[in-house]
T-cell receptor, first 111, second 117 residues
C-alpha cells in the first residue's frame, strides 16, 4: 500500500476554511485517495474520495495534484463539531481493498 | 450514506469469558467486512477481513483462535473474543464494503467498547 504522510495536528478558527494536506508520493495509478474522520470514541466517518480529479460533496472538497503525489482536504467553513482526527488513506488495490490507517491529523477548531 | 451498526456499544465482562460483537450493514449487502481494534490514543489497526461464506483472513499477529469471526450472511458479521483477558480491553470497530458504492467505499460502525475485568 502507498504510505501517506500527514501533519500530526492543525488548528483552525471557526468559520474559516480548514485545509488538511496529505502526501502520498508512492501512490499507484489505480489507487484511490480516501479521507475519513474520527470524532472521539466514535467509528470513523467517510468524508470523500478521489482518483485523479478534484471532488466535492456536501461535507468537503478534495484537491488532488496533477502528479497525484499529494492531496488536500478542504472543509470550507469549519465548525466546532469538525474537531476530529482526519485520516488520509490510499486504498490497496489488492486484499479486498483493505484500508490501512496512519496516525492522521488532529484538527482542532476553536471559537 | 450507508449505515453500519454494531451491538453492543459497550460491554464489561469478567476475565475468562467470551464476548460476541455483531456488525450489521443496514441498507446494503456487504460481501466483505473488516474488523479493527483501537487502543487509547492510537490509530485503528486492522485485525481481519471477513468474507461472506468463507473463512476470515487475519492480519499478522492476530490470533484466529482467540478472535473468531463469522460472516454467515451478506449483512451480518460477528466477532467473538474468546477467553477474554484485561489486555483485550479495547475499542472494536467494524466496517463494511459497499460493492455498489463508487470505488466500493467502506463504511464504519460506531464501535464497541470492551472492558475486561
Amino acid at each position: 500500500d502507498a504510505k501517506t504522510t500527514q501533519p500530526p495536528s492543525m488548528d483552525c478558527a471557526e468559520g474559516r476554511a480548514a485545509n488538511l494536506p496529505c502526501n502520498h508520493s508512492t501512490i499507484s495509478g489505480n489507487e484511490y485517495v480516501y479521507w475519513y474522520r474520527q470524532i472521539h470514541s466514535q467509528g470513523p466517518q467517510y468524508i470523500i474520495h478521489g482518483l485523479k480529479n478534484n471532488e466535492t460533496n456536501e461535507m468537503a472538497s478534495l484537491i488532488i495534484t496533477e502528479d497525484r503525489k499529494s492531496s488536500t482536504l478542504i472543509l470550507p467553513h469549519a465548525t466546532l463539531r469538525d474537531t476530529a482526527v482526519y485520516y488520509c488513506i490510499v486504498r490497496s488495490s489488492t486484499s479486498y481493498g483493505k484500508l490501512t490507517f496512519g496516525q492522521g491529523t488532529i484538527l482542532t477548531v476553536h471559537p | 450514506g450507508a449505515v453500519v451498526s454494531q451491538h453492543p456499544s459497550w460491554v464489561i465482562c469478567k476475565s475468562g469469558t467470551s464476548v460476541k460483537i455483531e456488525c450489521r450493514s443496514l441498507d446494503f449487502q456487504a460481501t466483505t467486512m473488516f474488523w479493527y481494534r483501537q487502543f487509547p490514543k492510537q490509530s485503528l489497526m486492522l485485525m481481519a477481513t471477513s468474507n461472506e461464506g468463507s473463512k476470515a483472513t487475519y492480519e499478522q499477529g492476530v490470533e484466529k483462535d482467540k478472535f473468531l469471526i463469522n460472516h454467515a450472511s451478506l449483512t451480518l458479521s460477528t466477532l467473538t473474543v474468546t477467553s477474554a483477558h484485561p489486555e483485550d480491553s479495547s475499542f472494536y470497530i467494524c466496517s463494511a464494503r459497499n460493492p455498489e458504492a463508487l470505488a466500493a467505499t467502506q463504511y464504519f460502525g460506531p464501535g464497541t467498547r470492551l472492558t475486561v475485568l
